[in-house]
T-cell receptor, first 114, second 114 residues
Framework: DTEVTQTPKHLVMGMTNKKSLKCEQHMGHRAMYWYKQKAKKPPELMFVYSYEKLSINESVPSRFSPECPNSSLLNLHLHALQPEDSALYLC?????????????FGPGTRLTVL | ELKVEQNPLFLSMQEGKNYTIYCNYSTTSDRLYWYRQDPGKSLESLFVLLSNGAVKQEGRLMASLDTKARLSTLHITAAVHDLSATYFCAVDPGRGSSGDKLTFGTGTRLAVRP
């Protein structure tokens, strides 16, 4: 099983809403990532969890709050977002083997903030 | 700060032709990844290149790495329409352990026309 799943696929929310994005993998990977991708741009790293501890936080606004309940799950809690936060949110996971740490990406959640 | 640049940003090529995409990066790294992204879809891992002079081939795509020049290339041979996608290189300047940060290149949007 080399799959990373994300729910929901699409999300439309108002600026006062609270919602969560979910990501799951069953590959035994111990690192999980959240990326934000705007149209025609590369993915931008937001957060990295390594062995369930937040290891990289790329100075993302506090309206985004990550959570890693266990080694298979990763959540991104959203609150009071702005229209410019509309983007594709990608989850990835990896497990280093030798010098290789290939990240495997989920299908993404397309978020629209009204 | 690590910078990763690709050129060209957009490439329109005829079926059957050959072309090369270039990926330049600004800091020492022995690990470079190539990903493919179809429109509205997630990222698919293509290659991982681990050392100077590394070459990997899959079908009509061949990737190489020159760590001294800080340059990777993705060569397309006899292009077909199915190769139309956006291609990203990504550099890992870390130690290859789980949770290393990847920095993505600007992306090259490839369109193969009949």
């Amino acid at each position: 099983d080399t799959e990373v799943t994300q729910t929901p696929k699409h999300l439309v929310m108002g600026m006062t809403n609270k919602k969560s994005l979910k990501c799951e993998q069953h590959m035994g990977h111990r690192a999980m990532y959240w990326y934000k991708q705007k149209a025609k741009k590369p993915p931008e790293l937001m957060f990295v969890y390594s062995y369930e501890k937040l290891s990289i936080n790329e100075s993302v606004p506090s309206r985004f709050s990550p959570e890693c309940p266990n080694s298979s799950l990763l959540n991104l809690h959203l609150h009071a977002l702005q229209p410019e936060d509309s983007a594709l949110y990608l989850c990835a996971s990896s497990q280093a083997s030798g010098a290789v740490d290939t990240q495997y990406f989920g299908p993404g959640t397309r978020l629209t903030v009204l | 700060e690590l910078k990763v640049e690709q050129n060209p940003l957009f490439l329109s090529m005829q079926e059957g032709k050959n072309y090369t995409i270039y990926c330049n990066y600004s800091t020492t790294s022995d690990r470079l990844y190539w990903y493919r992204q179809d429109p509205g879809k997630s990222l698919e891992s293509l290659f991982v290149l681990l050392s100077n002079g590394a070459v990997k081939q899959e079908g009509r795509l061949m990737a190489s790495l020159d760590t001294k020049a800080r340059l990777s290339t993705l060569h397309i041979t006899a292009a077909v329409h199915d190769l139309s996608a956006t291609y990203f290189c990504a550099v890992d300047p870390g130690r290859g352990s789980s949770g290393d940060k990847l920095t993505f290149g600007t992306g090259t949007r490839l369109a193969v026309r009949p």
